[in-house]
């Protein structure tokens, strides 16, 4: 589903990513551990076409992302990608169910259809009696339901989550981990993790870590 071919990335003369290969087959949960600016943000925002390695390639579902113009690009990473971040970066102002649909429309499904998925997605999470809240209204673990919600919106055949239970408490954060494998097994999703959670990390398929830019196991 996923291959990464010798990944390099830098800022100015700093080399984050010192030529990263990866393999992550379709239905798989990998999680990449490693310290604190080992790239593993940057190589997860790589895949997710976030940002443009300065050599190697990505294959997603035997795409080359790298070959694809910037409306192109945008339209593949809208349809088949889904994102969950630490902070959920939900839009303030915009309901649950909003948050959830907005995804749907910019890739043209109608309003009807997309406020339809978005409340099935919401009511499987647990969140029938949020939809009309607003983020500031809901706790942090509601919050981050939500922003997985809106990662499946336009069902995605890739997950991408950075940190997605960093902010939470124990119960919270226990609740979000068993949620992202009974999603896999729901929807035949991939999904890749970036994580500090040991907890988390050792549930999945595959632990992957990472050092100095460069995957060492």
Do not use: C, W
């Not at 310290?35 to 790589?46: D, H, M, Y």
């Not at 109608?110 to 706790?139: D, I």
């Amino acid at each position: 589903m996923i291959t990464v071919k010798n990944i390099h990335k830098s800022f100015d003369t700093l080399e984050v990513l010192k030529g990263v290969d990866l393999e992550i087959a379709a239905g798989e949960i990998v999680s990449i551990v490693g310290p604190s600016g080992a790239g593993k943000t940057t190589l997860l925002q790589i895949i997710g076409t976030l940002d443009k390695p300065d050599a190697g390639s990505v294959e997603i579902d035997g795409i080359n992302v790298g070959k694809l113009n910037e409306k192109r690009l945008a339209a593949f990473r809208n349809s088949s990608i889904g994102f969950v971040f630490q902070f959920h970066q939900l839009l303030p102002e915009f309901t649950a169910l909003e948050n959830v649909t907005i995804p749907a429309l910019i890739a043209g499904t109608s309003t009807a259809k997309a406020e339809k998925k978005a409340r099935e997605l919401l009511n499987y999470l647990g969140l029938n009696e949020r939809m009309q809240h607003k983020p500031a209204e809901m706790s942090g673990g509601e919050k981050q339901r939500v922003a997985v919600a809106r990662a499946l919106v336009n069902n995605p055949k890739v997950i991408l989550a950075d940190e997605p239970s960093g902010s939470l408490d124990s119960k919270n954060k226990e609740e979000l981990h068993k949620l992202l494998f009974d999603l896999r097994d729901k929807f035949g999703l991939t999904v890749v993790i970036v994580t500090h959670d040991k907890d988390l990390a050792l549930l999945s398929d595959r632990v992957l870590e990472m050092k100095d830019g460069k995957m060492i196991s």
